[in-house]
């Protein structure tokens, strides 16, 4: 199981440079989602992939297989910063359509010798 | 030591932020009082955080609700970070006064004072967490912030810059985390004192040497070190002066913190590699960057290049990994946070006046601006290195620890870095203050000039001071560095604090 999800984890890995690599806007951040997605699930796959009983201690059961708690408290933090992010880049992005009135990184660039 | 003491650096900012916010849509001034009065007491918590700490012997610990280390969240403040806490809110404090007196009133009413407390926020809790996950939330915490601070006011040059920090921070974001990913998996731990003394105990050292270069990049990114600094000086030049000096002189240290942090308390394994690729790469950052600044005829470019060589500098004395070395780089990070945010203050009260960064357009300002061009100058030659100033000590710590170990090729390289540091600096005084009078645009007599030099003289100050205090300077810099270089200190306070609960 770990093997397979460690390889869904690549395969989302290079989707998400693949469309970091585009030229649009869009698909960049589209791309960062993906990447973001894939260190999740890469986070959930470091704590062990198994079943077992919430890791809550109740007097009189010893020994019960319990699953690592830490992971998915990490996910949900990490979960909340990459939705806070992503949809601060997606407003950025939008802004830049406005004001630049274009979505082309290569219109973008803009010459650090001219002016600004 | 337990104590509730070092929650506040980042409580207080929180507070205020919240406070600020609420305070939008009335009078400015209600803001700029709530701004200063937190500035201040923010400055007199790092005060007290830094006199608790002097003596050398104690490192204060705080368990969030009361559950010990290693399985709750610690924060813990030893003097390096006390340092750093105290430095960066002194800086954002003299950043602040630049923003009252100078910013335009659409940038300032439009949620600048919130968004400005909460970097102060991120930025303070990454100085004193305890913990490699906090750490990442809390640099979550201050690259959002940041990315507001930098587009705010919407320019299109803002929004462009914008775009690319934000991605080249997502980029890194997400190397963070795999970072953490790994290291969680091997050590099932992410407490930072915790984790050092397993990471001692593992035996085959070579995938803790892969997981320290994936932070090294992380912090790389973030410090902008080479190569890994195209995105800073387009960023860092965008935004009005008050914002580029707290970025140019407390955001990249925090990348620098992080990574003194890390390289001295987790990965020291196998010091020969890491530690030699991190001083090749101080020498080729303090390199470039120099030259970079040679080639620019804007005030403000050359400034934000030059922060690039000078955090060369601050990798450096990791990268010699010896008390002297360390001590030196606490030092310069010191040193360079008053001095280069004092700059881009002087930077921003030039421009204020002139209309325009560019060298050639201006000249002959000393005349009229007596205190502005003396002020910069001292300045300028702190960040070149001239004695009695605080950057001649930084730079000598460092480089008699090069020659210490012998290693006279890094010696060399910062010689030849302070070298054109000079030259570029004189190269913006004699354009801008020296020469022949140049004439300044329409309006440039009603700029209230005056008031808003008070906050680039304090820092000045700070820094002379510095200067002259150079051996209590040093003792506290050594005691720090001892304290880095032998983290048994650190772990035992962190390790030893009772939990409440559990």
Redesign the interface.
Known sequence: MELLISILVGILFAVGVYM?LSHK?LK?IIG?AF??H???L??M???KLKRGAAPIIVDGVENAAYVDP??QA?IL??IV?GF??TA??LV??Y??YQ??GTDETEQ?R?D?TDE? | MSTNLIVLPIVIPMFTAIVCMFLHGHDIRLQRVAAALSAAASIVVGLIIFSRVLPGDTVLVFTASGWAAPFGIVLAVDMFSAIMVLMANVVSAACLYLAFTSLDSDREENYFYPVWFAIMMGISGSFVTGDIFNLYVMFEIMLMASYVLSVIGCTPGQLRESFKYLMINIISSTIFVVALALLYGMMGTLNMADLSQKIAQVEDQSLITVCSMIFFVVFGLKGAVFPLYFWLPRTYVEPPAPISALFGGVLTKVGVYAMIRVFTLLFVGDVGFTHNIILIVAALTMLLGVFGAIAQMDFKRILSIHIISQVGYMIMGLGLYTPWGLAGSILHIAHNMVVKSSLFLFEGVTEAITGTGKLKEMGGMLNKFPLLGWGFFVAAMSLAGVPPLSGFFSKFALMSAAVDIDNYWIMAVALITGFFTLFSMSKIFFYVFWGEEKPLPEGAGEVKWRRMLPCCFVLVLISIGMGLAAEPMFNVAMAAANQLMDPELYINSVMAVPGVRG
Do not use: K, Q
């Open positions: 970091m806007l960049i960062t990447l973001s894939g260190t999740l890469m986070l796959t470091v704590g830490i992971p990490l933090t990490a910063i806070a992010t601060f880049s950025l992005a802004r830049c004001e630049l973008m803009g650090f600004h």
